[in-house]
């Protein structure tokens, strides 16, 4: 069994060493820089739109989920997100990110936002069928041109 828990300011150093984890796991090149050792954390707990929890399972911090609601660029409505679920190894393949994802969803949808969105990493096609599996559609394909930085 499993369970969301609230992370507290008291977790910040926890919780960034396994968000690097994470980040590592999505691309082994992931260097955390200044800016997000300094910044990442307090800019999420600071937002009351944003809701970050731990996982829990059989009493230890299996993986961490961020979540949250948007405002629409220009029209009078919001959307939820979905923008992190992190389960670490060990606690995989026992349907605990079915579990959590199920239950922020609910959470979200008691905030009325006209949608729920999740962006996936391109090339993460056992995440883009998980997603599916819960019932998300692809809506569109997003593109991005990164600063080249030396």
Known sequence: ?????PIA???RE?????????????????????????????NIV????????WIVCDRKRAGFILFGLENHR??????????ELY????FRRRG????????????LWTHSPSKIQIEVIEGQT???????????QKATERFVLARVTP
Request: proline share 6%.
């Open 1 to 5: 069994m499993s369970a969301m828990v």
């Open 74 to 83: 220009f029209l009078p409505r919001r959307s939820g997100a979905i923008y």
């Open 14 to 42: 926890e919780f960034q060493r396994m968000a690097i984890e994470y980040f590592s796991e999505l691309n082994p090149g992931f260097v955390p820089r200044n800016d997000w050792k300094d910044q990442y954390f307090q």
């Open 96 to 107: 605990i990110a079915r579990a959590i994802a199920e239950e922020a969803i609910r959470e």
């Open 87 to 90: 389960v670490r190894p060990e």
């Open 126 to 136: 056992a995440s883009a069928a998980f997603w599916k599996s819960l019932g998300f």
């Open 9 to 11: 300011t008291s977790d």
């Open 46 to 53: 600071s937002n009351p739109q944003y809701f970050l929890r």
